[in-house]
C-alpha cells in the first residue's frame, strides 16, 4: 500500500464521484514504493481533457498528449497536477512520436504501452496493479523494458539513453536483454535531438552514480555516438616510466568524474572530459617507454567548445565547461607568486574557483593520488590571501574623482593613466590599497 497525502486522495476523490476512473502513475508510484520524495504527480484516467476540464476550469491542455495541468495550493505549497486520458500503444514515427494518440479504455492497455517496468506501476488509492512485475524489479533493483525491448527503443529511441539514467539515479541493474537491446539499437539515438539528449545526460551526470551511468553508455556503444571524442580516449594509456597514471585514459575521465566532489552536472561534465585533447597530443618514446602529451589542454578546449555547441549548452554553462578544461593543469608549486596566482584566478574567474579545484581533486583521485597534498592546500590559502587585494582598478579604494580632485584635473585619458599606474603599484606590493595611502600617492610623482 501507499499512503498518499490527503491533498492527493482529495484530487482523486473529485474524479471518482464524478464516475471516472483515476490512478497515480510513473515516477510518482515508482517514487513512493521505493520510499523517495514525490515531487512531480503525474495520474492517469478515462476522462477526456474536456471532461477533467469541466472538473477544472482553471486548468490547461497545451499538448498532444492531452495532459491537463491543475494548479493546486495547499497550505504555503503549491503543487503542479498533471493528468492524462488512457492512452494505448500506435504506430509511431522518426523513432520518437506517436503517428497519432489513441484514447484507451483501461487503465492496464496505458501500462502496456509504458518503457519500463518499474515506471509500469498504477494506484488507485486502494491498490497496485502491477501487471509486468515492477515492484519486484524495484524490489532487485533492476532495469528492465515492459515487453519487447526492441520494440520499445524503436518506438522512441529516447528511452535508450533514459533507460540508463534511470539506472544511475537509482544505482540499479539494467536487465541483460534490456541491455543487448540498447548496445543493438543504440545507433537510433542519432534521430533524436541534442536538446533531449542533452537533458538526459546531464541528469546522468547529477545523479547520485554518474560514472556507473557514463560507462553504461560507453559499454552499450551509446558513448560512442553522442560523446565520441570520450569514447576514444578507452584505448590511449598512459602509464609508463616518469608519470604517476594508473588508467588509461577513458578509465582515468570516469574514476575523475567518480571522485569529483561537486554535484554541479557542467563541473562533472568538465572532469569527464578535461583530457580528451590527449587522443591527439599522445606521444610515446620509442627508446625511454616515455609517454607524453603536450598541449594536450589546447586540444582539450577546441574540442570542448564543440562539445558545448553540440549538447546546445547555454552560453553560459559552455563557458564554464570550455574555461574549466582549458585551465585544468594549473600549476601548485610553493614557489608560484602571487602575480601567477593572480593571473590564475582572472583566467580561470572567482566564479570557478572552487569547481576548478573540484576538478582537480577528482583528477587526483582519478589519477591514483590522495585527494589532496600540502602544495595544493598551500595553493588553497594563496587564493585566499590574494583575493583580499584588488584584481581590477575599479578595486582600488580610490577613483577617478579623488585623482580630479586633487590634481584639479578635468575628466581625461590621463585619470585613467594615473589610476592604472597607482594599481600597478599596488599589485606589485609597492604600496598597500588603502585610502589615505592611495591619497598621498596622488600627490606624489607617479
Known amino acids: 500500500m501507499i499512503d498518499l497525502p490527503q491533498h492527493v486522495k482529495t484530487f482523486m476523490r473529485r474524479f471518482e464521484k464524478k464516475g471516472y ?47 491537463v495541468g491543475v494548479s493546486q495550493n ?64 524495484l524490489k532487485n533493483k533492476v532495469i528492465a523494458c515492459v515487453g519487447d525491448p526492441d520494440k520499445r527503443f524503436s518506438e522512441d529511441a529516447l528511452r535508450l539513453i533514459r533507460t540508463i539514467r534511470f539506472a544511475s539515479q537509482l544505482g540499479f541493474i539494467i536487465e541483460e536483454k534490456t541491455r543487448l537491446s540498447i548496445q543493438k539499437n543504440c545507433r537510433l539515438i542519432k534521430n533524436i535531438s541534442w536538446e533531449r539528449i542533452r537533458d538526459e545526460f546531464l541528469k546522468i551526470l547529477a545523479s547520485d552514480y554518474p560514472s556507473e551511468g557514463v560507462l553504461f553508455l560507453h ?65 610515446k618514446d620509442q627508446k625511454t617507454g616515455l609517454i607524453t602529451f603536450y598541449n594536450h589542454e589546447v586540444i582539450g578546449t577546441k574540442l570542448a567548445e ?62 591514483g593520488a590522495k585527494p589532496t597534498s600540502w602544495r595544493l592546500e598551500l595553493f588553497k590559502k594563496r587564493i585566499i590571501e590574494v583575493q583580499k587585494e584588488p584584481f581590477k582598478i575599479t578595486d582600488l579604494k580610490i577613483n577617478g574623482h579623488d585623482v580630479m580632485k586633487k590634481l584639479n584635473l578635468q575628466p581625461g585619458p590621463q585619470i585613467g593613466k594615473i589610476l592604472k599606474e597607482i594599481f600597478d603599484q599596488v599589485i606589485d606590493g609597492k604600496i598597500k590599497n588603502e585610502r589615505q595611502t592611495l591619497l598621498e600617492k596622488i600627490n606624489t610623482n607617479l
Request: net charge positive.
Open 21 to 67: 476512473r483515476i490512478y497515480l502513475v510513473g515516477g510518482a508510484v515508482r517514487n513512493a514504493l521505493l520510499g523517495k520524495k514525490v515531487d512531480n504527480w503525474d495520474f492517469a484516467t478515462d476522462a477526456t481533457p474536456e471532461k477533467i476540464l469541466e472538473l477544472f476550469p482553471d486548468g490547461y491542455c497545451n499538448n498532444q498528449f492531452g495532459t
Open 219 to 283: 559499454n552499450t556503444g551509446l558513448l560512442s555516438q553522442i560523446l565520441p571524442e570520450l569514447d576514444v580516449c578507452f584505448v590511449i594509456p598512459q602509464k609508463s616510466p616518469k608519470r604517476h597514471h594508473i588508467f588509461d585514459v577513458g578509465t582515468h575521465a570516469i574514476m575523475s568524474l567518480k571522485h569529483c566532489p561537486s554535484k554541479d552536472p557542467i563541473t562533472r561534465f568538465a572532469t569527464l572530459i578535461h583530457d580528451i585533447g590527449k587522443v591527439k597530443a599522445f606521444n
Open 306 to 367: 564543440k562539445i558545448a555547441d553540440r549538447f546546445r549548452l547555454s552560453n553560459t554553462h559552455k563557458e564554464k565547461l570550455v574555461r574549466l578544461v582549458k585551465y585544468h593543469q594549473f600549476t601548485v608549486s610553493e614557489i608560484i607568486t602571487d602575480k601567477a596566482v593572480r593571473r590564475f584566478i582572472r583566467e580561470v574567474g572567482k566564479e570557478y574557483i572552487q569547481d576548478m579545484l573540484d576538478l582537480r581533486v577528482g583528477d587526483r583521485i582519478g589519477s
Open 74 to 137: 495547499i497550505g504555503k505549497e503549491k503543487y503542479i497536477f498533471e493528468v492524462t486520458p488512457f492512452r494505448k500503444e500506435s504506430d509511431y514515427q522518426d523513432f520518437r512520436h506517436p503517428k497519432k494518440i489513441v484514447w484507451a479504455k483501461t487503465v492496464e492497455e496505458d501500462l502496456a504501452r509504458r518503457d519500463l517496468t518499474i515506471n509500469a506501476i498504477a494506484y488507485d488509492g486502494k491498490k497496485i496493479i502491477d501487471l509486468f512485475d515492477g515492484q519486484n524489479d
